[in-house]
């Protein structure tokens, strides 16, 4: 789903890591309790909401702080999978960018990757992981690492038109960004980003909603919930009725039994 990028969610208690390196970058977000660890010459702790950040090929180890431990969801993206992500946005990488810190305190930036690990453990669709994935990298890599801020995207109003008539047309299964990218020749990310200059909306998120509306329609001709989360490609009945509350405030059972009274 994310070209290759390896993920780990782990919960170590009395486990201590010998000095080691990795081939990647290591993005790890701490969820609970926290993590002592030796790197760059000196002792760091991260505790829960924070993100320990390693370089590639840069010794360190790793640690628990106390007797609770420590519980992480980590992300190890190799230069090739960023580079490919900049070259999206026409941000040309010359050699490794490196981050200054060790311990990255920035709530949003940690709670974004730490979704992004959840939708992926929970198989959400390729459409919303692959945008996700794109968008969290170069925040991170714009803040942290001294990326050039992406160009503003252009007005691709053919390609952005083109891709809501595809969405619409598989809607109960949306293609990964990727093939939508290359149906309306543009790449994924600047797809992305044309879409929502454009629309407001990520592409997936604007399909979710196109969704839902078809929900209602379905649910005012008395079809069940179950049958109408099926027909419309929710993974369940509990996953349409989460989407249907934030959306309407209003279960998708209730509102079917509301029109029919």
């Not at 780990?8 to 660890?37: M, N, W």
């Not at 454009?198 to 179950?226: N, V």
Request: glycine content about 8%; some cysteine; proline content about 7%.
């Amino acid at each position: 789903m994310l070209g290759g990028v390896e993920l780990l969610r782990a919960q170590y208690v009395q486990q201590r890591f010998t000095p080691h390196v990795h081939d990647s970058f290591v993005f790890t977000v701490i969820e609970s309790g926290a993590q002592r660890f030796h790197h760059r010459g000196g002792e760091h702790i991260a505790p829960s909401g924070t993100m320990v950040i390693i370089n590639p090929d840069e010794l360190h180890t790793g640690a628990t702080v106390h007797q609770e431990g420590w519980r992480y969801r980590g992300f190890y993206p190799k230069l090739d999978h960023l580079a490919e992500i900049l070259r999206e946005v026409e941000i040309p990488l010359k050699g490794t960018p490196r981050f200054n810190a060790s311990v990255l305190i920035d709530p949003q930036v940690a709670l974004a990757f730490q979704r992004l690990h959840l939708l992926a453990e929970l198989d959400a669709s390729a459409l919303q992981l692959q945008a996700l994935w794109r968008e969290v990298t170069l925040l991170l890599f714009q803040r942290h690492a001294g990326i050039p801020i992406a160009p503003l995207p252009g007005k691709e109003p053919v390609a952005v038109r083109r891709a809501q008539e595809l969405l619409l047309a598989c809607l109960a299964s949306p293609p990964s960004l990727q093939d939508l990218g290359r149906a309306v020749n543009l790449s994924p990310f600047h797809l992305v980003r044309v879409f929502r200059a454009t629309t407001g909306l990520s592409p997936f998120s604007w399909a979710m909603q196109k969704r839902l509306a078809f929900a209602l329609k379905l649910l005012r001709e008395g079809i069940s919930p179950a049958q109408v989360a099926a027909d419309l490609g929710f993974s369940d009945q509990s996953h349409l009725t989460r989407q249907f509350k934030r959306a309407y405030g209003i279960g998708p059972g209730a509102y079917r039994d509301a029109i029919k009274n």
